[in-house]
């Protein structure tokens, strides 16, 4: 009698228990709802997690060297703080310097430089406007709208996504 009591507890438990856990189970429909289409086989993705400072930093390689950037989607062009363009081999003369630049330090002068490649994730832009600015100016590099408007990119959910 008793395992027969104690048969019956076990079955109602569990038939008490399973409709729960089926009704939490997720199906297979929505999970492929949630799931982000996967990008065309020809093209690259990248995604860049939002800093504790609030921005999106990323490095890239310009032409053969690493050099890190706040992505900044104000600036019009790459801005390249002068120490960092002459680690590329870029050494604009004081002539150079005609372009006049509105920053968040006052007004400034910057020489206009063409980059050769620029690489984020593995996405590559040939031939790149930037401008070089003292280092006194910029606080750091800005990789701007020169690069990013030749990529898809969207800010969703505290990061940057770039696709080519």
Do not use: C
Request: no cysteine; net charge positive.
């Amino acid at each position: 009698m008793r395992q027969i009591l104690l048969f019956a507890l076990v079955a109602l438990a569990i038939g008490a228990l399973v409709p729960r856990f089926y009704a939490a189970a997720p199906t297979a429909a929505p999970q492929a709802l949630a799931t982000p289409a996967a990008p065309p086989d020809n093209s690259r993705s990248v995604t860049i997690a939002r800093s504790r400072d609030g921005h999106f930093h990323t490095e890239a390689v310009v032409d053969g060297r690493r050099i890190s950037f706040l992505i900044d989607t104000g600036a019009s062009l790459i801005a390249l703080r002068e120490r960092d363009a002459a680690r590329l081999g870029i050494h604009p003369a004081w002539r150079d310097y005609s372009a006049r630049v509105s920053t968040a330090n006052g007004t400034v002068r910057a020489a206009r430089v063409e980059l050769n490649r620029v690489e984020v994730g593995g996405m590559v832009v040939r031939d790149v406007k930037a401008l070089v600015l003292p280092d006194e100016a910029l606080g750091q590099n800005l990789l701007g709208m020169s690069f990013l408007s030749r990529l898809r990119w969207q800010q969703r959910d505290g990061k940057l996504v770039l696709e080519q």
